[in-house]
T-cell receptor, first 113, second 112 residues
Framework: KNQVEQSPQSLIILEGKNCTLQCNYTVSPFSNLRWYKQDTGRGPVSLTIMTFSENTKSNGRYTATLDADTKQSSLHITASQLSDSASYIC????????????FGPGTRLSVLP | DSGVTQTPKHLITATGQRVTLRCSPRSGDLSVYWYQQSLDQGLQFLIQ???????AKGNILERFSAQQFPDLHSELNLSSLELGDSALYFC???????????FGPGTRLTVL
C-alpha cells in the first residue's frame, strides 16, 4: 500500500534555531517528492520538488534531501523565523497513470519568540 | 496570491444536495488538480486534468465528478452530499504535470 509517514507529528522550537523534519514513504513506482508549507486554512505553498536523481534541493532557508534507496526525505529549516510556524507536508507521487499524489499527515511546526 | 482563483469561498448546504465548485488556473497553466482536505483524513488528491483531458485519478468518489473546459477553468461537482463531505476543497494548477503546483485559497464546504 502506498503510504507517506512524517515525524515528528508536532515540533516547538525557538526563533533562530534550526530543525529537521522527516518523511518516509513506500510509494512505488516513485516519480517525485514534494515538500509544502501550509498555513492554517490556506492553500499549501510549494517549497521543493525532487526527482529520483536529486539528493538535495534548497529554497532559501529550506533544504530538502532525498535518499531514494532508503525511501527517506528530510526538510531542514535554518535560522527559523516566527513566520515558519505552519504545517509542513511531504507528498510523494507515483508514476502510475500520470501521477497519483500520496500525502503525508504533516508536521505542525511552532516557532516561539 | 498564487494566481489561482476558486469560487465560492464558503458553501453551506444540506445532505443529499448537489454543489459545483469552480477553479480558474493561473494564466498559461494547462494542468488543474483537485484536492480534498478534511480534519480526519488530511489532504487527498482527487483528480487531475491536463488541457481538457483527464490525466490522473485519485481517491475521488463516484458521487463526485470534474471537468476542464476549453478556456481551462475547471469545475468539481459533488452530488448526493453527505456529512462526511464537509471539507476544504483546493484547486491547484501547473504548467505541466511535473512542475510546481500553485494552490488556490480553497472552498470550504459545510454539509448540514
Amino acid at each position: 500500500k502506498n503510504q507517506v509517514e512524517q515525524s515528528p507529528q508536532s515540533l516547538i522550537i525557538l526563533e533562530g534555531k534550526n530543525c529537521t523534519l522527516q518523511c518516509n514513504y513506500t510509494v512505488s513506482p516513485f516519480s517525485n517528492l514534494r515538500w509544502y508549507k501550509q498555513d492554517t486554512g490556506r492553500g499549501p505553498v510549494s517549497l521543493t520538488i525532487m526527482t529520483f536523481s536529486e539528493n538535495t534541493k534548497s529554497n532559501g532557508r529550506y533544504t530538502a534531501t532525498l535518499d531514494a534507496d532508503t525511501k527517506q526525505s528530510s526538510l531542514h529549516i535554518t535560522a527559523s523565523q516566527l513566520s515558519d510556524s505552519a504545517s509542513y507536508i511531504c507528498v510523494v507521487s507515483s508514476a502510475n497513470y500520470g501521477q497519483n499524489f500520496v500525502f503525508g499527515p504533516g508536521t505542525r511546526l511552532s516557532v516561539l519568540p | 496570491d498564487s494566481g489561482v482563483t476558486q469560487t465560492p469561498k464558503h458553501l453551506i448546504t444540506a445532505t443529499g444536495q448537489r454543489v459545483t465548485l469552480r477553479c480558474s488556473p493561473r494564466s498559461g497553466d494547462l494542468s488543474v488538480y483537485w484536492y480534498q482536505q478534511s480534519l480526519d483524513q488530511g489532504l487527498q488528491f482527487l483528480i487531475q486534468y491536463y488541457n481538457g483531458e483527464e490525466r490522473a485519478k485519485g481517491n475521488i468518489l463516484e458521487r463526485f465528478s470534474a471537468q476542464q473546459f476549453p478556456d481551462l477553468h475547471s469545475e468539481l461537482n459533488l452530488s448526493s452530499l453527505e456529512l462526511g463531505d464537509s471539507a476544504l476543497y483546493f484547486c491547484a494548477s501547473s504548467v505541466q504535470s511535473y512542475n510546481e503546483q500553485f494552490f488556490g485559497p480553497g472552498t470550504r464546504l459545510t454539509v448540514l
